[in-house]
């Protein structure tokens, strides 16, 4: 298994001196290291001192340098006095970024710039434009900045990035025993589930969506922003299940979206009774899986889904240094006519070339390191509940319950990711997580081993309303990476003993 230049497994980016490192450290690193607890408040509350060190960040949060450089070229190309601009991969993701700003009342404008699209708006609407950049994820890649800005030219053509394109898609369409005319690309897993809410919402104008589970938080500020809203039931209860049959028996819905399994509580929505409920109350209604942790090598989403969404930026690239996502239709689906005629007009079809070819590289090997990944996940989550330091952990294996079974591959894995809580968390987890000789920061599915504070780091400005739907303000999440079985579990035991 190839590894990049730097190898984080034996030598991770854990000390304090490490702060604002991309990881992988490289220009195109989509992760940052937060190697202290006090790094990722400081994050939050964007202390000046903290935010100096960044060198990278995850691109739909932070602005990689490259990027605001592309931001600051485009300003001066295109901006008028109190104007703002965003770049995006293609002309259509500006036009729809302006649609999005003339909902607050500001108007703006989408221009075709330097092969690229750009978004020129009031400054006062820069937040909004923001927001958009963020929820719906069509970000320009740090590659495609570098290459724009003529600081790092493309070494690949047009045919060779069409080659990795159409390469990346044959491997999902394997994999996933779909056609490969079935499989979309999109700049980043966030832009996959953009597109197929905007499916959705354009086959059944009007129509709410439910968010089954807690979901990764800004799959659901998705469906709360756009569209006619989002019915969300994170099924803390068991009656939630009634109320979802009530719910389908007096609302027609434009779809029903979860995660298989959930991030970051690893659960998994009872699939068997979910298809039950569906076919007696209302069986037109697509549903859509996420199955980005367990992945395709796994698990089989279209079991059930009409539709399965992936990052791939996650385990199938697994290097941590290119963001795409992608959406594979069910062509047993009901709805597949309607929905691959969609895609087709509204899919971005190809990811830029520099990119494609680094993702193509990337995933040669991802069903091996998915293996190795799951099998170290579920070592460390063993080892973990069996501590007296640990309260809770959550695990596919035992949270995914009957519904992960259902559509778990034969000897397919649980995924790579899974969750702890401390006792004492709240005086414990900061030292645990100081000493703890890992990677620290945001993302998962890297080939070395990335742990995070998740619920401080995705909703900061929103802890009650978190713990009130069951996720614990401090836990711990933790993506498994390729390291030593042994030596993982050892440096899980000496932070432990902190």
């Known amino acids: 298994m190839a590894l990049p230049m730097t190898d984080l ?38 202390d000046p001192e903290v935010m100096a060190k960044f060198r990278s960040g995850y691109p739909r949060f932070c602005c990689p340098p490259a990027i605001g450089r592309l931001f600051e070229h485009a ?47 009031p400054a006062a609407a820069h937040d909004m434009a923001r927001r958009f950049w963020r929820f719906c994820g069509e970000v320009v890649s740090t590659r495609q900045a570098a290459h724009a800005l003529g600081e790092r030219p493309c070494e690949f053509g047009e045919a060779e990035g069409h080659e990795a394109n159409l390469a990346i898609r044959r491997r999902l369409a394997e994999l996933s025993g779909q056609p490969v005319d079935d499989v979309f690309l999109f700049p980043s897993g966030m832009a996959a589930n953009f597109a197929v809410h905007r499916m959705l919402t354009t086959c059944f104008p009007g129509r709410k969506t439910v968010q089954l589970d807690f979901p990764y938080v800004d799959v659901l500020k998705l469906q709360q922003t756009f569209g006619s809203g989002v019915h969300f039931l994170p099924l803390v ?17 434009a ?39 367990a992945t395709v ?12 969404t992936t990052s791939l930026t996650k385990a199938f690239s697994g290097v941590g240094d290119v963001m795409a996502g992608s959406v594979i239709l069910n062509s047993a689906s009901p709805h597949h006519a309607a929905f691959a005629a969609f895609l087709r007009v509204q899919a971005d079809h190809e990811l830029w070339r520099g990119d494609a070819v680094a993702l193509e590289h990337n995933s040669r090997d991802f069903a091996a390191r998915a293996s190795r990944m799951s099998d170290n996940a579920l070592a460390l989550a063993e080892f973990l509940a069996a501590h007296p330091r640990v309260e809770k952990v959550w695990h596919a294996r035992t949270q995914g319950g009957d519904g992960y079974e259902f559509i778990r591959r034969e000897g397919g894995g649980y995924g790579c990711l899974f969750s702890f809580l401390l006792k004492e968390a709240a005086t414990v987890s900061p030292v645990v997580y100081d000493a703890l000789r890992v990677c620290k920061g945001p993302s998962l599915g890297t080939h070395f081993t990335l742990a995070c504070p998740y619920t401080l780091l995705a909703h900061y400005d929103e802890l009650d309303w978190v713990e009130s739907c069951g996720v614990p303000r401090h836990l711990l999440r933790v993506s498994a990476g390729l390291e030593d079985k042994a030596d993982l579990i050892a440096r899980f035991d000496e932070a432990l003993r902190a």
């Open 237 to 253: 209860r068991e009656t939630e299940y009634a109320d979802l049959r009530a719910l389908l028996s007096r609302e027609p819905v």
């Open 297 to 308: 090598a796994h698990a089989d989403a279209l079991r059930v889904a009409d539709v399965v």
């Open 9 to 46: 497994l034996r030598h991770p980016l854990w000390q304090a001196e490490t702060l604002g490192t991309p990881l992988p450290d490289d220009e195109f690193g989509v992760s940052v290291s937060l190697p202290l607890w006090r790094h990722v408040i400081g994050y939050e509350e964007r």
């Open 255 to 293: 779809g029903l979206f979860c995660e298989a399994p959930s991030n970051p509580l690893l659960r998994c929505v009872d699939f068997q009774r979910l298809l039950e409920i569906r076919a007696a109350v209302q069986p037109g209604v697509p549903m859509v899986v996420d199955d980005t942790i």
């Open 75 to 121: 300003e001066r190309d295109l901006a008028a006095s109190g104007e703002r601009c965003l770049v995006f991969p293609r002309l259509s993701h500006a036009q729809r970024c302006v649609e999005f700003i003339a909902r607050s009342g500001s108007a703006g404008r989408s221009v075709a710039w330097q092969g690229l699209g750009a978004a020129v708006f």
